[in-house]
């Protein structure tokens, strides 16, 4: 893939990525004046449709690369999905694109034909939308004290200037490495819970721009979201107790899932699934863990209330902050978003 200055996918003045980091951050490049004269001027390039910027960005592969799929992607969508899921099928994890499940503003979600090795004959591939165009929800509040994660799930170390760099000055690499380390805390905080026994999908393998989990539902359609479902009471006292559990066991490994309501936990079956954890907080190293807690608490009884279910959001976070306390620091009373409005990078 190649970098430019002013416009990713429109790159006149094309490079090597690593050639344009060299000449542009080398640590060890003393010679400023010499580096400011090479750098080139940024130009105003004519804007280009998303559409077509999205066709740039995918790597050039396609259904002559062996990769044919059921669902038929638009015109524009499609070199962007079959290059985010084509490791998956490189590894043998999946063997078609069945069907959209949902096209979000972060993301979209597929059901995929899974291998006959992976025992179960769906998984879902969460395929994130290219970095400019994700409708970013303000994550410098979920992002305080968590570390950068690398494509395969590694810290970024902060002596690693050229990446740390890139990070400060917003460049096109530094956004993709952003972009790259949001979805991998996803699939890395999916890793903690699975295996902790938590109500979540289960982690089968992450690229650059996609994540592969279990799949919820059938062939005919994808479990429902709770937002979507009345249940009769005593399933309600039931499920709200079992997100209560999987809350404990976040914060049991310092997590809270940050964006926790109705919307985010799928039913099949009478078992529900927490789904969508790419803003999970660090409660120990955020100081707005105490609020990103109380919201995810107050949404959720929200819906359960509307259930039948009798709640008590203040008590229940205050319970949970006694026995797992977190980092203290943001003013509690605050309103969350405000925050996030305010917090604007
Ligand atoms: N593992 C799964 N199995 C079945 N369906 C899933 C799975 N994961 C996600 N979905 C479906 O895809 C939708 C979007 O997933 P998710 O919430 O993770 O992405 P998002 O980008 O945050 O989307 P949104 O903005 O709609 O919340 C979910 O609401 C759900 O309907
Ligand atoms: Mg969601």
């Given at each position: 893939?190649?970098?430019?200055?002013?416009?990713?996918?429109?790159?006149?003045?094309?490079?090597?990525?690593?050639?344009?980091?060299?000449?542009?951050?080398?640590?060890?490049?003393?010679?400023?004046?010499?580096?400011?004269?090479?750098?080139?001027?940024?130009?105003?390039?004519?804007?280009?449709?998303?559409?077509?910027?999205?066709?740039?960005?995918?790597?050039?592969?396609?259904?002559?690369?062996?990769?044919?799929?059921?669902?038929?992607?638009?015109?524009?969508?499609?070199?962007?999905?079959?290059?985010?899921?084509?490791?998956?099928?490189?590894?043998?994890?999946?063997?078609?694109?069945?069907?959209?499940?949902?096209?979000?503003?972060?993301?979209?979600?597929?059901?995929?034909?899974?291998?006959?090795?992976?025992?179960s004959?769906?998984l879902a591939?969460?395929?994130?939308?290219?970095?400019?165009?994700?409708?970013?929800?303000?994550?410098?509040?979920?992002?305080?004290?968590?570390?950068?994660?690398?494509?395969?799930g590694?810290?970024?170390?902060?002596?690693?200037?050229?990446?740390?760099?890139?990070?400060?000055?917003?460049?096109?690499?530094?956004?993709?490495?952003?972009?790259?380390?949001?979805?991998?805390?996803e699939y890395n905080t999916l890793e903690c819970l699975y295996h902790a026994g938590g109500a979540v999908p289960r982690p089968a393998a992450a690229?650059?721009?996609?994540i592969l989990m279990s799949y919820h539902?059938?062939?005919?359609?994808?479990?429902?979201?709770?937002?979507?479902?009345?249940?009769?009471?005593?399933?309600?006292?039931?499920?709200?107790?079992?997100?209560?559990r999987n809350?404990?066991l976040m914060?049991q490994h310092?997590l809270?899932h940050?964006?926790?309501?109705?919307?985010?936990?799928l039913?099949?079956?009478?078992e529900l699934t927490i789904i969508d954890f790419?803003?999970a907080?660090?409660?120990?190293?955020?100081?707005?863990?105490?609020?990103?807690?109380?919201?995810?608490?107050?949404?959720?009884?929200?819906?359960?209330?509307?259930?039948?279910?009798?709640?008590?959001?203040?008590?229940?976070?205050?319970?949970?902050?006694?026995?797992?306390?977190?980092?203290?620091?943001?003013?509690?009373?605050?309103?969350?978003?405000?925050?996030?409005?305010?917090?604007?990078?």
């Amino acid at each position: 893939m190649t970098r430019n200055d002013t416009c990713p996918g429109a790159c006149e003045h094309q490079e090597d990525e690593t050639e344009y980091y060299e000449r542009v951050f080398d640590p060890m490049q003393t010679d400023r004046r010499a580096r400011r004269k090479r750098k080139p001027v940024p130009r105003q390039l004519p804007k280009k449709p998303e559409e077509q910027i999205m066709e740039e960005l995918a790597d050039p592969i396609g259904l002559e690369g062996g990769f044919n799929t059921t669902y038929r992607p638009g015109q524009h969508e499609e070199q962007w999905l079959l290059s985010s899921l084509r490791s998956f099928y490189d590894q043998e994890l999946i063997t078609d694109v069945l069907a959209q499940v949902k096209g979000g503003k972060e993301a979209s979600v597929y059901r995929c034909a899974a291998h006959p090795t992976v025992g179960s004959p769906f998984l879902a591939s969460k395929v994130y939308r290219p970095r400019m165009f994700r409708t970013l929800r303000n994550d410098a509040v979920y992002r305080q004290g968590r570390q950068i994660l690398t494509a395969e799930g590694r810290p970024v170390k902060t002596t690693d200037h050229r990446i740390m760099r890139a990070i400060g000055k917003k460049t096109v690499f530094g956004v993709q490495v952003m972009h790259t380390s949001w979805l991998m805390h996803e699939y890395n905080t999916l890793e903690c819970l699975y295996h902790a026994g938590g109500a979540v999908p289960r982690p089968a393998a992450a690229s650059e721009n996609a994540i592969l989990m279990s799949y919820h539902g059938d062939a005919q359609m994808a479990a429902p979201t709770l937002n979507t479902v009345r249940l009769d009471y005593g399933e309600a006292v039931l499920l709200f107790r079992e997100v209560l559990r999987n809350v404990e066991l976040m914060l049991q490994h310092d997590l809270i899932h940050g964006d926790l309501s109705a919307y985010n936990v799928l039913l099949w079956e009478n078992e529900l699934t927490i789904i969508d954890f790419p803003q999970a907080a660090n409660s120990c190293a955020n100081t707005e863990a105490y609020r990103i807690l109380k919201r995810d608490i107050e949404r959720v009884c929200d819906y359960f209330e509307g259930q039948g279910v009798r709640c008590d959001p203040s008590a229940i976070v205050d319970d949970l902050w006694s026995r797992y306390p977190g980092v203290e620091g943001g003013d509690r009373a605050a309103d969350l978003s405000a925050l996030e409005a305010l917090s604007l990078e």
